[in-house]
T-cell receptor, first 111, second 111 residues
Framework: DADVTQTPRNRITKTGKRIMLECSQTKGHDRMYWYRQDPGLGLRLIYYSFDVKDINKGEISDGYSVSRQAQAKFSLSLESAIPNQTALYFC??????????FGPGTRLTVL | AQSVSQHNHHVILSEAASLELGCNYSYGGTVNLFWYVQYPGQHLQLLLKYFSGDPLVKGIKGFEAEFIKSKFSFNLRKPSVQWSDTAEYFCAVSNFNKFYFGSGTKLNVKP
């Protein structure tokens, strides 16, 4: 079984819709992250969480929110999707001094 | 905040050529350094990492990187590339467990 799973893997939606991307992990890591990847821009940090009660904004949090439902689950929401949120979204987990382990990604298209 | 610069956006090489991809970062304190690879359609995978000790780090698939503190650099090298190395390569820096990624370098290896 995969250590980090993301659902859905692909999603096409319309402008203004609310979207939730889910991430779950079996690695037992405390720290979880959401990144978006855009061509030529690399990965940019949206939100991160160091434990269940800790949520922090990253570089580009506007238009996004997150929920850390449990140590193993970290969801990303787009309250009202817009076309420039079309991107590849990655969830990652890590533990102290560990490199982040990435999920398979969710490709989101906002029309 | 950290910034990570990858100056080569797209590199084209023939098989057996040597590879060097540049990475520079902005933070002057203690950092951990990483190189990730993303094969087409896949998620990021760790190639190598530097936390401390020998500044010449060896990774998987024949890759190595050298940390030069005075130059704030962590360049990736491979003596002889193969067609299967065609992928996008990302340099990343972390401090306090926040990870910052460069914009990526696409490597295209011609058979």
């Amino acid at each position: 079984d995969a250590d980090v799973t993301q659902t859905p893997r692909n999603r096409i939606t319309k402008t203004g819709k609310r979207i939730m991307l889910e991430c779950s992990q079996t690695k037992g890591h405390d720290r979880m992250y959401w990144y978006r990847q855009d061509p030529g821009l690399g990965l940019r940090l949206i939100y991160y969480s160091f434990d269940v009660k800790d949520i922090n904004k990253g570089e580009i949090s506007d238009g996004y929110s997150v929920s850390r439902q449990a140590q193993a689950k970290f969801s990303l929401s787009l309250e009202s999707a817009i076309p420039n949120q079309t991107a590849l979204y990655f969830c990652a987990t890590s533990d102290l001094k560990q490199d982040p382990f990435f999920g398979p990604g969710t490709r989101l298209t906002v029309l | 905040a950290q910034s990570v610069s990858q100056h080569n956006h797209h590199v084209i090489l023939s098989e057996a050529a040597s590879l060097e991809l540049g990475c520079n970062y902005s933070y002057g304190g203690t950092v951990n350094l990483f190189w990730y690879v993303q094969y087409p359609g896949q998620h990021l995978q760790l190639l190598l990492k530097y936390f401390s000790g020998d500044p010449l780090v060896k990774g998987i698939k024949g890759f190595e990187a050298e940390f030069i503190k005075s130059k704030f650099s962590f360049n990736l090298r491979k003596p002889s590339v193969q067609w299967s190395d065609t992928a996008e390569y990302f340099c990343a820096v972390s401090n306090f467990n926040k990870f910052y990624f460069g914009s990526g370098t696409k490597l295209n290896v011609k058979p």
